[in-house]
């Protein structure tokens, strides 16, 4: 069982972090911290004029699984809005915690995390990453509005 849960490709995801580190002048950042395991993550966004993520970082400093989460969400997240990222958050909190069907769309996969069901004390830090992101892409719609739109520019 411990195989599944650290599986080959859950290992190369967590090889392969995308969008590491964090930005110069983020619109929003939001820092989250699992109470159980201590794992953190800080994540920064920009917003385009349509609210769509146009550029993302992620600082992580967490457990394989929300590491793993953190490479699916990293990887994926750019020209996401705020629903897609809390669609993924909340589908992925019900495949680990109600037995509900994997995340589709742009985060699919995060099914490769399904095997996670079975440890309760690591849903915290799988859901790590998507809980930030939701807050920081919250704190950037809720700022005065920076971005300009190039529509109807000469």
């Not at 849960?5 to 580190?21: E, F, Q």
């Not at 930005?23 to 920064?44: F, H, N, R």
């Not at 309760?120 to 719609?141: D, G, I, M, W, Y």
Request: one cysteine or more; a negative charge; proline letters at 4%.
């Amino acid at each position: 069982m411990i195989d599944d849960l650290y599986s080959a490709k859950i290992l190369t995801l967590v090889a392969n972090m995308p969008r590491a580190g964090r930005l110069a002048a983020p619109d929003a950042s939001a820092e989250k911290t699992a109470k159980l395991c201590g794992s953190t993550i800080v994540v920064d966004v920009m917003l385009d004029a349509d609210g769509k993520v146009a550029d993302f970082a992620q600082d992580v400093s967490a457990c394989a699984l929300g590491q793993a989460a953190a490479a699916v969400l990293g990887a994926n997240v750019i020209g996401a809005g705020l629903s897609d990222i809390e669609l993924a958050r909340d589908s992925l909190a019900a495949m680990l915690k109600s037995n509900g069907s994997h995340p589709v769309g742009r985060f699919a996969e995060l099914a490769v995390l399904e095997p996670v069901k079975d440890y309760p004390a690591r849903h915290a830090s799988t859901l790590l990453a998507f809980e930030a992101t939701v807050e920081a892409v919250q704190k950037a719609t809720a700022a005065p509005q920076t971005r300009t739109s190039t529509a109807g520019a000469a």
